[in-house]
């Protein structure tokens, strides 16, 4: 065991693109423990029996009805897994966090109030919180007596945070903060006792402040009326001369940026788990309708349009709570490790987070785009029902559509995947140049065809290596090509993040089947091979494309020629029968009439 985590912890964060992992590093989800899997369970039949039966009033704004799931949710003990258990928490580690996250995704609304309390609402505190701060307002908030909301959005800055122009003054007497402004798109805000509220000290000093509902000064705004999540709380905030204690500041004067940019590392993780939860469910929807539908004379599950949107489905879902899970356990066993060093328990998940804040970035965007493809084909499954209130594709076709926006835009997350991945290069924390050259030398060498030695997953292991050997190839011209232009290049950055969104979740899908097959034996695991097949397939040309707009972005003349030339060398697999894969993959679940992986 200690040899396996000593592996796991030498893929740190963006090393995936440098470095080799085998099966015994990464852990699946098909590893839970006793005691997470009864957790896990009991969030489910929290879900079931509490939340789901009563979605309609919870969409209504009936009043009270919210917090008081909220505070059930904590009766339960689910809000307070993080934090430790003198703070009146459970002090779980990060993987059991991720099961429980996974098991709230399917509860529509309530698991944006879930997310908010038990997320932003609470970790700010656990993480920055002064001891007085932790013992005052940790053990409500972990029982579900308190409820917490986050201000970090004005109607002036949403992905451009700092740019907020609430601010704070000091009081002539030095014993409060004097705070103006105001902020939206705030949720559980109509409900809240606590708001973490963010605001810039002498109009520059971003500063992060513990808010109390009943501060004089302090004022709600109305619900705002929303596409989808309806019955989420969501208000603007206002605060006119509002005179905070001096105790309530959060952290650092001018030290907000670190509160807000920290636990968005969190969010964006939680974000994807809990999405990846909810696409699973609609999996299992789409499966039991399209065996209960009938059509000419016959389920439309025997039909092979409709086992194609069925297996890609759960194949999407599949490799995305592959790459999950693995994350989800390089945090924990980061986190373990900094502690193990005496990192304090609240810097150690923070660290461990920040440490692994790449992907982090990749799983948000990675996460919502699976939600959004797996709710667009339950609704074409479901056909004119799937655009009927009677039946549950609509409710969820409108409440994912947000998630590509919450936790910082796809489009930032993408940017910001690159950004973080070149600042470690020029910190010398990862080497992208040696890697770059040594595709480039490659690429004027005779072609290495091997020795000849196969094994169940050489091909794509081959595949593997030479994809990640095309995002050196395109990235690594481009930085060199455009230098500090390249920031200005917005379009090559999301085309080189959606090249490292292929390698990450192909490699963890490719490593969580290597492992089944290690324990349960080829035979059980044959429609396992036929997702990484039909994956592989797939991701090797959504790869391509991705290098082939960069390029045609940045290189002309001859060596584009070469760098096209190169780039189809290294987004080649073998092909397969996948449409006779993806029946086999559909048939298991049109079988067990769900999700059956």
């Known amino acids: ?292 539908r009938i059509q000419f004379n016959v389920p439309i599950s025997s039909f092979g349009a409709i086992k194609y949107k069925l297996s890609e489905q759960a194949i999407r879902v599949f490799a995305a709570l592959s790459a999950t899970y693995r994350t989800s356990d390089y945090i924990d066993k980061k986190e373990k490790e900094l502690m193990e060093q005496g990192v304090v328990f609240e810097k150690a998940l923070l660290g461990a987070a920040e440490e692994y804040a790449i992907e982090c970035a990749m799983l948000k965007v990675i996460g919502s785009e699976v939600l959004d493809y797996v709710v667009d084909e339950c609704v074409q499954i479901f056909g004119g029902n799937g655009y009927s209130e009677e039946y549950p594709a609509a409710r969820s076709y409108r409440d994912a559509r947000i998630n590509r926006i919450f936790e910082g835009t796809n489009e930032i997350n993408r940017l910001l995947t690159v950004d973080m991945l070149l600042k470690r290069v020029m910190k010398g924390q990862l080497d992208m140049m040696g890697p770059a050259m040594a595709v480039q030398k490659e690429l004027m060498a005779i072609p290495d065809f091997g020795d000849g030695v196969e094994s169940l997953f050489s091909a794509e292991e081959k595949t593997l290596k030479n994809m990640k050997k095309a995002f050196f190839l395109v990235a690594g011209a481009a930085v060199q090509k455009l230098m500090m232009k390249l920031k200005e290049e917005q379009e090559i950055l999301m085309c080189a993040a959606d090249m490292m969104n292929e390698i990450y979740v192909s490699e963890s899908l490719l490593l969580r089947v290597q492992k089944l097959t290690a324990m349960r034996g080829e035979t059980e695991t044959a429609v396992y091979r036929d997702i990484v097949k039909v994956y592989f397939t797939d991701s090797v040309d959504r790869l391509n494309k991705a290098g082939k707009t960069a390029i045609a972005a940045f290189a002309e003349g001859d060596e584009q020629k070469m760098m096209l030339l190169g780039l189809k060398r290294f987004s080649k697999y073998e092909i397969s029968n996948t449409t006779a894969a993806r029946r086999r993959i559909a048939d298991s679940m049109i079988a067990m009439n769900g999700y059956s992986f």
Not at 11 to 39: C, H, R, S, V, Y
Not at 153 to 176: F, N, V, W, Y
Not at 180 to 209: E, P, Y
Not at 255 to 265: D, E, M, P, V, Y
């Open 1 to 292: 065991m200690a040899e396996i985590m000593q592996k796991t912890i030498i893929i740190n964060g963006g090393e995936f693109l440098i470095k080799d992992a085998t099966p015994q590093d990464i852990f699946i989800p098909e590893e839970l423990n006793e005691e997470q899997l009864m957790i896990k369970q009991m969030t489910k039949d929290f879900v079931d029996t509490e939340v789901l039966p009563n979605l309609d009033r919870i969409d209504a704004h009936e009043e009270g009805l919210m917090a008081s799931l909220l505070t059930k949710a904590g009766e339960i003990g689910i809000l307070g897994l993080p934090i430790p258990e003198q703070y009146g928490g459970f002090n779980k580690d990060f993987n059991t966090i991720s099961v429980v996250t996974e098991m709230t995704g399917t509860a529509h609304a309530f698991s944006v109030a879930y997310g908010a309390q038990s997320g932003i609402g609470t970790l700010p505190i656990l993480y920055f919180g002064t001891e007085e701060q932790k013992q005052k307002y940790l053990p409500g908030l972990a029982s579900g007596k308190l409820h917490a909301s986050y201000c970090l959005t004005e109607p002036g800055s949403g992905s451009d945070a700092l740019a907020a122009k609430s601010k704070a003054e000091l009081s002539a007497d030095g014993k409060h903060y004097i705070l103006n402004g105001q902020k939206m798109w705030i949720t559980n805000a109509g409900f809240a006792d606590i708001f973490t509220v963010f605001a810039k000290v002498d109009g520059d000093k971003f500063t992060a402040f513990i808010v109390e509902k009943n501060t004089p000064g302090f004022t709600i705004g109305a619900e705002e009326k929303k596409m989808g999540i309806k019955g989420s709380s969501t208000c603007q905030i206002f605060y006119e001369n509002m005179h905070i204690p001096i105790e309530n500041v959060l952290g650092e004067i001018g030290k907000g940026h670190l509160i807000a940019f920290n636990i968005l590392n969190i969010g964006r993780y939680k974000l994807c788990v809990g999405v990846l939860g909810g696409a699973k469910e609609l999996v299992d929807i789409s499966v039991k309708y399209a065996n209960e």
